[in-house]
């Protein structure tokens, strides 16, 4: 391993996993007392990093089967249920043929066919359904499959609010609570980032899901902690850093631990014999928006007028606040407060604005940056 500062949003190994000691334990308890969780933070805070932690953890990998999807790319039911179909086989696969028989006795509504990888060369499955009319007879089937499992299963569903964005959002998400509150053994993680939607799906007393989960809001890793854990894989790595600049890089970017991981990653780099200080950081900061700029210009040239004077605006404040007040309008030359509402709107629905606490700022940070340099 040559940086121990992973950005590529692979859990790879405990050790480079800062802390979420808190977290984990909470996620266990949630796990081994039987409740479901509903997992939300910012994106890039370390959702999905979290699930991977917690299942790398002994006494998960002996006591439980496990299982992750990530259901970003999925538009319907047909599609949700492909991707569990695959992820199960898929985890069976190495445990023998006979697990495998028993789960196309059971779900035999998903055919199964052999093949070679066209790319490796080695032998594989392929997994297609069957009567695709009726996706949830199959997922009936898969959830029963699961609840005769000899070890109880844990099901992580990433990116869940991309469910309430299928065509029968409504009755589809109704299928998966009946299914989910009819089982005896497995225990399920909803895991997401849009806050508003993860909210709605979660805490709205029309929606299905209502109160039935234990809320986790990951929220950014201890500065202590994250402090300890840069210092460590320097040190470890022969390399030197000043505790100040760890501290500035942190403060900067909120301890947003992608953004973070990021500009540590870049440093781990640059470090030579002397300790990286925090000019160092400014450059790696530097470096970084640099080589995204051309995505950025891209993005925002393909943005209404509105929204690009909008985001900027935002960007230059850094944390806005009262964004359709006179005040915000006039410092800003955005011309009202119904043209603000109107940029506004789907750049919340998108993420790219997340508002906060009466606060606006921008999701992406190195964006941010970029945004605010512009004039
Ligand atoms: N505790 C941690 N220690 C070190 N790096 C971490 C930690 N948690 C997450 N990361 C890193 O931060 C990045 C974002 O993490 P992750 O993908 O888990 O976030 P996420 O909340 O699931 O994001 P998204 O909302 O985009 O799905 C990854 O590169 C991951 O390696
Ligand atoms: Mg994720």
Redo the contacts with the bound molecule.
Sequence with gaps: MNNPF????R?IAPE?????EKETAELLSNVENWRNTVLI?L????????IHHLYHKDVIRRDYETFFMDIYDTANMEDFVLLLSKEITSRLQPKGSKLLDKFFQIVNSVKIGFGADPLTGQPGIDISLGDIRNPVRTLEQLFEFMESSEKPCIVAID?FQQMAEYKNAKKDIATLRTLVQGCRQTRFIFAG?NRRMMGQLFHSPSEPFFMSCSPINLEP?DKRKYTEFVMDHFQKGGKSILPDSISYVYDKFEGH??FI?YIFNRLYEMAQDAPLTIDDANAATDYIIDIFAPIFQEIFMGMSERQRALLSAIAKEGKAASITGAEFIMKHNLRSASAVQGALKPLLLDETVISWQGLYFISNRFFSIWLARRR
Excluded: A, H, N, P
């Design positions: 992973i950005v590529t949003g859990y480079y996993f800062c802390d979420r933070s994106r890039r805070m370390g959702k999905s990093g979290l990116e980032s890793i631990t992608w991981q």
